[in-house]
């Protein structure tokens, strides 16, 4: 196959799948990555197109990869939380209702959002708490991009679920923590969601 570093448009649109999340029965996407069509393995870059009031993921924060956004059509919120990784009174278990608490800010075409991972020498300011994010359409839909680092280890963490993925990328393990226990995730559970 001859290298091309240029995805079409239709093409774009011709090539989106399907995907959800093994976290959120809530999420509906159709999404491509566009950085692999392009040859490039260190960093990821998606299309996403969310149907209307649907969300792109569960409310996350990656610990080692920085992640951006850039939102090209639609509008709708972004959701932010502050993310610990320190276990709840209740060890193993999600947050109690309403201990996370999640702000939410309109968004539109145009719109970026930045996300640098919280280890060092990523930008992020010492003993700052890092911000779960995801985002949600609003009645006409969204389209965005998504972009971030390709490390070779990431931790990404759910605060709503009381929830930590182990994610080895190059040898494709994940593990996911429930704040107190570990245990393997089945592939199978873990097959819609997209890496970055």
């Known amino acids: 196959m001859t290298f091309n570093p240029l995805v079409k448009a239709a093409d774009i649109q011709a090539g989106l799948k399907q995907a959800s999340h093994f976290l959120n029965d809530n999420v509906s996407k159709r999404t491509l990555c566009l950085s692999e069509l392009a040859g490039m393995t260190d960093l990821g870059v998606h299309f996403v197109s969310l149907p209307p009031n649907k969300s792109g993921c569960e409310l996350h924060h990656h610990y080692v990869d920085s992640e951006w956004f850039y939102i090209l059509r639609g509008s709708g919120r972004l959701q932010l ?30 719109d970026f959002a930045g996300f640098p991972g919280a280890v060092a020498g990523t930008g992020r300011a010492q003993g700052e708490t890092p911000l779960a994010h995801t985002f949600v359409a609003g009645t006409e839909g969204m389209d965005y991009l998504v972009g971030g680092t390709r490390n070779a280890f990431d931790v990404c963490v759910y605060p709503l679920k009381g929830k930590t993925l182990l994610r080895d990328v190059v040898g494709g393990a994940r593990a996911i923590a429930d704040y107190g226990a570990l245990h393997d995730v089945p592939a199978a559970a873990m097959a819609a969601e997209q890496p970055k």
């Open 81 to 110: 939380a502050p993310c610990v990784m320190e276990s709840s009174e209740r060890s193993g278990m999600a947050p109690l209702p309403g201990a996370v608490e999640v702000r939410e800010v309109e968004v539109g075409p145009g």
